[in-house]
Structure formats: structure tokens, C-alpha cells
T-cell receptor, first 118, second 113 residues
Framework: GAVVSQHPSRVICKSGTSVKIECRSLDFQATTMFWYRQFPKKSLMLMATSNEGSKATYEQGVEKDKFLINHASLTLSTLTVTSAHPEDSSFYIC??????????????FGSGTQLSVL | GENVEQHPSTLSVQEGDSAVIKCTYSDSASNYFPWYKQELGKGPQLIIDIRSNVGEKKDQRIAVTLNKTAKHFSLHITETQPEDSAVYFCAASPLSGYSTLTFGKGTMLLVSP
């Protein structure tokens, strides 16, 4: 089946630093990728939708200058948490929609990134 | 927008028993209902999905049923095994268009040997 690779799986950083998380579709092209945040024992909260070659669409309440998203190719999207603070600590998950599929079918998730900001 | 309610939040069963997780949705425009399994520290994995033009779909020990009139859908796992222990999320969305998936809050399933 389709594989979405997300790296790193875990990152610990100091407050004030920036962290980049990569999401790659390994064996398919993804016109759209999604970024979610998940708190312990909670559901997935959509942060933003990124379409290849265009600016990401952020959900209400998500700071676009804080969470920079780049979707430069059909197989790669990146999320950069800028000037991270302890409250940004969370589990971040990406998903990719296979090009050519009907809209919400063919949606595959990465394995997540646990971010801990000290 | 869409609102998805999921119950129960936790479910404990003995190995071999059946498990049922129920979800309701609010938007009659939703016509695609996937179920995801999430193991600790991992991303969600699609286990089964159903479109609104069918009432039931089966895949080995897993089945999903949909009642469009009542706007609810359920996940049924038979002959549960310890490796079925995980958090299960239901979701709903229109199949096409620009709406994203709306997830339920999740059900932690624990299967005891």
C-alpha cells in the first residue's frame, strides 16, 4: 500500500529554536497534504491544508507565522515550528492524499512526530 | 460544519469477544466514513471505510454498518485479539469537494487475553 514517511519521529529541542518536520509520500504523488496536531488521549486537530505549489490554508486559531508549511513538490511537505515554546509540545501528524483519488479516499497518514520543547 | 460524536471513549473486552464502536454525524452532505486504528506513538492507519451508497461492508473480522437516515455508523470487530488493542477513530466527510475529514474523539479498545 501507499506509504507516507514522516521524520523525525521524535525531537527534543530548547525553547526558542525552530524545528522542521518532513512528510514524504514514498510511492505516490500527493497533490494535497494535511498537518494535524494531537494532544495525549485526544483526537486529531487539523492545523492546515497544503497544496503543492501554493500557500497553505490554515485552520482558525493556528498561527501561520508560527507553523510554516511548505509543499514544494508532489512528494514532500514540511512543517516548521518556529521559535518553539513548551506549549508547542505535541504529537504532529501529516497525511497525504493520492493524486487522482476522489477527494477523501486515498488519504494516508505518516507515523507522527513527537515534539518536546524544553 | 460537520460534528462527529463517538462512543464509548474506552472499551474493554476479553479476547474472542466482539467489540462495537458507534459514531453519529450531523451533516447530511457527508457520504464517506472511514475508520482508523492508531497504535501508541504511531499515525492512524485506515482499516475500513464505507460510502453512503452501501449499508454494510466487511473485511475479515472487521465490519462497518451505516444508517444514513439516522446518521450513524458503527465499527464491529469480531473474535477480538490482543493486537486489536489500540485507539480507533471514526471520521466523516463529503467524498468530493473541499471539505476535510472530521474525526470523532476516539475509542481506546483494550483486549485482555
Amino acid at each position: 500500500g501507499a506509504v507516507v514517511s514522516q521524520h523525525p519521529s521524535r525531537v527534543i529541542c530548547k525553547s526558542g529554536t525552530s524545528v522542521k518536520i518532513e512528510c514524504r509520500s514514498l510511492d505516490f504523488q500527493a497533490t494535497t497534504m494535511f498537518w494535524y496536531r494531537q494532544f495525549p488521549k485526544k483526537s486529531l486537530m487539523l492545523m492546515a491544508t497544503s497544496n503543492e505549489g501554493s500557500k497553505a490554508t490554515y485552520e482558525q486559531g493556528v498561527e501561520k507565522d508560527k507553523f510554516l508549511i511548505n509543499h514544494a513538490s508532489l512528494t514532500l511537505s514540511t512543517l516548521t515550528v518556529t521559535s518553539a515554546h513548551p506549549e508547542d509540545s505535541s504529537f504532529y501528524i501529516c497525511s497525504a492524499r493520492m493524486a487522482g483519488g476522489t477527494f477523501n479516499e486515498k488519504l494516508f497518514f505518516g507515523s507522527g512526530t513527537q515534539l518536546s520543547v524544553l | 460544519g460537520e460534528n462527529v460524536e463517538q462512543h464509548p471513549s474506552t472499551l474493554s473486552v476479553q479476547e474472542g469477544d466482539s467489540a462495537v464502536i458507534k459514531c453519529t454525524y450531523s451533516d447530511s452532505a457527508s457520504n464517506y466514513f472511514p475508520w482508523y486504528k492508531q497504535e501508541l506513538g504511531k499515525g492512524p492507519q485506515l482499516i475500513i471505510d464505507i460510502r453512503s451508497n452501501v449499508g454494510e461492508k466487511k473485511d475479515q473480522r472487521i465490519a462497518v454498518t451505516l444508517n444514513k437516515t439516522a446518521k450513524h455508523f458503527s465499527l464491529h470487530i469480531t473474535e477480538t485479539q490482543p493486537e486489536d488493542s489500540a485507539v480507533y477513530f471514526c471520521a466523516a466527510s463529503p467524498l468530493s469537494g473541499y471539505s476535510t475529514l472530521t474525526f470523532g474523539k476516539g475509542t481506546m479498545l483494550l483486549v485482555s487475553p
